[in-house]
Each structure stands twice: as C-alpha cells, then as structure tokens.
C-alpha cells in the first residue's frame, strides 16, 4: 500500500445513530488524506456494505468490509442475566477474502435471527463454524480481552486470546491498541502490549472512527443525544470525545511513536483483505417446469394459449405473430424466461384466489406479459413500445410493477415462500433517514430548545414531497423554489436559530431507524444470506421471519 496507515475500525451512519458519516464522506475524505484503503465497521451488521464498496471504488480507495460483531457472554440463545446490563463484547472482524464475506454474512445473520438481545449477538460457537477467511482483533476496550485486562483478570484474558488465535489462525489475529483520551487508555495499551508479546501476536493500531472530520464532533454528540433522549446539557449523558474522527497517517504516526509495527500491520491487513464484491449477476429462484419443457418452451407454450384466449381468431395475425416472436426472442436472448414464468405464477395465484392485482409501467408495452395475463392492457391496439420495457442494450432486469391489496400481500408472500423456500424469499429492508424537519425537531430536543419554538421553525421549512427541500436550499432562498421569507430572516437574525439550523444541516439525511420496505420481496436461487444478510423483523411488524438488507442489493 503508498500509503502510511490504513483505518480498520470506522462506523458509518448505518451504526443507526452512532455513527454520524455517510460511506461516501469517509471515501473522499479517506482518499483526499493519501489513504487508499479504509474498512467499514458498523456495529453489528453489514447495511452499508454496498453502498460502501462503491463509494470506495469511486473514491479510489480499496475498500474492506467487516463489522464490529456484538458477542454474547455465553450462548446467543440465552436471555436475561447479566446481558442487559453488563452488555455483550464487542469484536472486530473483517472479511479477508470471499470465503470470509460469506462467513460474515452468516454471522451477521445469525446475530439477528438467533442471537438478538438488545443487540444482534454471535457466540463463540458460532464464530468457531464461521472463522475461515476472516481477519479479526481484539477489539475496542469494550471488547472481551480488553474488559478481562482492565479488571485485572490477565491469566482469564490470555486464555481467551489464545482461543481466538486458535480458531480463527495465528496469522489472522491482530491485538488492536487505540489512543484515545481516556484515562484508563494508557493501563489498557501497557496490558495488551504485555499480551502481544507474551502470546507472539502482533500489534495493529486503529482510530474508532465515528465521525469523518473532527470539525463533525459536536455534530456527533447531538446525534448521541437523539439516541439517548437526552439533551447536551445533561451532565451524565452519552458522549466519546473529539477524537474519533479519521485521523491522517501522520496523527495516527504521532500517536504510536512506540509502536510503528501497530501501524505497519494495518497496511499489512489491507493487503491481505482482498474481497471483491460481484454486481452484474443475476440469481433468479428455479422455477419448476413440467417434464419435457425447458423455461423458454414452456414461456412460450402459456404465451400460445394466452394469445388465443386474448385475440381468438385475431391470433394469427402477422403484426401479432411477428409481435411475439420478437419478444419471445429478446427475452430468451437476455435470459429472463424463467423471470416471466415467475411473475405468471404469482399472477395466477393471485387470479384464482380472487385477489386483485394492477401492473404499472412499461410493462404495458410487452405482449408476452399482456398473453400472461400479467398486464391488462393490449400493446398493438394502444402502440405501445416493448423496448421501453426490455431492451438488448440495456443490460437490466425487467421491471413489472405490481400492486396487491394491502390486506392480501401476506397470501401471495406465503405461497412465493412455500414454493421456493423460506431461506429464499424476503421482504425488503428500508431506512428511515432524517429529512429537514425531522433533523430540525429532532436536533431541537438535543438542545434543549423549547418543542413549540422548534416546531414553529421546521414549519418553516417548504414541503415538497415530490422534490424535498433540504435546510442548506431553503436558507438559500433560490426564487424558483418558493421559499419562506421568514425561515431566512430568523436564521440570518437569530443567533439560536442559526444553531439550531446550522446542527440540524450536519444531520440531515443520517439514517436513523430500520423498517419494512412497503413493497419490495427479494427471491433468489439459493439461501438469500449466500448473498447479502439478513435482518429480523422490525418492530410491530411479524409478518415476515427475515428481513433482506436491501444496502446488500443482489
């Protein structure tokens, strides 16, 4: 690597309300500091993955996909005890190759679907079976080793060291030493020097990045405070201090004068971190086809009956022979029978349980779907154009857009199930984030500014649903968009308006909760968790045993 040091401990937003920076301010902010490579590791789970890995591509910046995994103090599966109070270790982990990125989506998964407790816990047990091709650490001071050192229980920490070191390799455990301003951070970097050397494994050194710049702290400290409900003039609230930022290599250097081997061996970690991340493939679930059909003869053996039934003795027209074939062509031609043959099936499932269904878009324009019965409206007689829909030199899915009655959508989601598999469908996961009236409110209580001053404030702020106006445009007073006169005047004349306004920018568009995407249902060929993880149920909503990631698009 060129360069000096490479973080390999950083949350981004997806550390919901933890973590204050998207992945593309800390790819370009990585990258403008000579750093080319940086790891992600949000606590817990891997909703950034993607969005991550591209940002860093963009950026030039090597990414390295990991998280800090939550670890139960005994099974996953216990509940209660000292769980909830002492909490569950925290662990660094990173994916050193695709093996390991299909390990951690196990873990992560796990961690949800069986472990959840406060926090999506793994357990060692579950490490042990998922431990190839990852690299891990001895983790933050909230980590095991570190918790048993701090107490003073060395012979306790050692051991556990050297289980991990058996497990998961000897050349793939690091002890992580931070420097932060703490005051029992010098006695904990003495012990696990101490333990380094007394069990041969080397040193490496990270930053506990929270927040991209360190201009982003107080930034961050009110987003601590949404979490918390607390506001920054409690003396006890949540806070960690105005180092956790992406320090340069020569601040991470100036740090460890001691130890240049702890930053030496982040370079190493990046170089053995070689994961490369696949788009472009498609994973489409094995439709079950008749005996003696292949997807593309039984496409077109409904397609024939679809026609008869559609246009009787107008099926043999030219202008709707010539039609079909076309279709049937291109659609072969781009692999996508089966994808037909399975939205057919819901259609008819649907059909003959009597429920309703529309499909919008340009869909419309394929007389493939409109001979499925999956489109109602005929494409010759309105001249629609299939292109629109599905084209050669657009290297894309098809998209059928179909609407069901909200009170029957669990139905069709149930039989989709049974027919490929629990492990195979999923509904998707989505973001709540914090839009301008949303981060002045919420920011608003963080302050300790009066909830009818600030209410009075965000409603300021011009509603456009169809084209949101975000807290930097409405101060701008750009004419075109209508604003409010006196949104501007008391930001320019009020000095804690001005505050609050100015706090309120630096959080607007942070992610902040998790839920269940209205619509979207992911089915894949496999196991959904051999691609991205999954999530459990959110809250109030049981639906659904398992939740896909969607910012771990297939």
Known sequence: MATDFVHLHCHSEFSLLD???????????????????????????????VEFYRAAQAAGVKPILGSELYVARNSRFDRGGGERGAGAYHLTVLARSETGYKNLLQLASKAQLEGFYYKPRVDKDILAAHSQGLVITTGCPSAEIPRLLLDNKLEEAYKVASWYRDVFGKDNYFVEIQNHPIDFIPDLTRKLVDLSRRLDIPLVATNDVHYARATDAHA?????????????????RMRIGETFYLRTPDEMAALFPEFPDALKNTLLIAEMCDFKMKFGEYHLPLFPLPDGH???SYLRHLCEEGLQRRYGAGAADPLIRQRLEHELAIIHQMGFDAYFLIVWDICRFARERNIWYNARGSAAGSIVAYTLFITLVDPIHHGL???????????????IDLDFPDDRREQLINYTMEKYGHDKVAQIITFGTLGARAAL???GRALDIPLAEVDRIAKLVPYNPANPVSLQQAISGEPQ????????????GDPQVKTL???????EGVSRHASTHAAGVVITDKPIVEYCPLHRPTKGDNSTPTRTDSRCRL
Request: hydrophobic share 40%; net charge negative; aromatic share 6%.
């Open 220 to 236: 961050h400290e009110v987003l601590l405070c949404i979490q918390t409900q607390t506001t920054m003039k409690d003396p006890n």
């Open 294 to 296: 292949t997807a593309e």
């Open 441 to 443: 409110r919420d920011t």
């Open 19 to 49: 973590g204050l920076a998207s992945a593309k301010d800390l790819c370009e902010v990585c990258a403008k500091q000579g750093m080319n490579a940086l790891a992600l590791t949000d606590h817990g789970v891997m909703f950034g993955a």
């Open 481 to 492: 968009l209508q604003y409010n006169r006196e949104f501007k005047e008391l930001y320019d």
């Open 501 to 507: 306004i100015d706090t309120a920018k630096s959080l």
């Open 385 to 399: 154009i299939f292109e629109r829909f599905l084209n050669p030199g657009r290297l894309e899915m098809p998209d």
